[in-house]
């Protein structure tokens, strides 16, 4: 089993930045994909950003050359830094993993969540 907990939501104004963390804990083998998916009040859950284990990055549109994500395969991290966030990136943010479990293959996890509010 593999938990993840995010960090770092909260309130910030239209044109401001936030940095969300991520660390994974439990039994790990082999991490696959890390990264992000958001989910905006009544709305389905979608993609943010994610990092392949090779280091390859893809984006949503709607977040490219605004949002950066990172990730130390040392301290099992993935980040996200949110640079000039809008009223719509107004979401609860959840980190995503694929790991290799031996025996089963590849698990998908999901953190909790954590809130990003952007004020107009």
């Known amino acids: 089993q593999v938990q993840l907990a995010e960090s770092g939501g909260g309130l910030v104004q239209a044109g401001g930045s936030m940095r969300l963390s991520c660390v994974a804990s439990?039994?790990?083998?082999?991490?696959?994909?890390m990264g992000w998916y958001r989910q905006g009040p009544g709305k389905q859950r979608l993609f943010v950003a994610h990092?392949?284990?090779?280091?390859?990055?893809d984006y949503a549109d709607s977040v490219k050359g605004r949002f950066t994500i990172s990730r130390d395969n040392a301290k099992n991290t993935v980040t996200l830094e949110m640079n000039n966030l809008k009223p719509e990136d107004t979401s609860v943010y959840f980190c995503?993993?694929?790991?290799?479990?031996?025996?089963?293959?590849?698990?998908?996890?999901w953190g909790q969540g954590t809130k990003v509010t952007v004020s107009p």
């Open positions: 995503h993993g694929e790991y290799v479990t031996p025996g089963i293959g590849l698990v998908e996890y």
């Open positions: 439990g039994t790990i083998f082999e991490v696959n994909t």
């Open positions: 990092v392949s284990n090779s280091g390859a990055m």
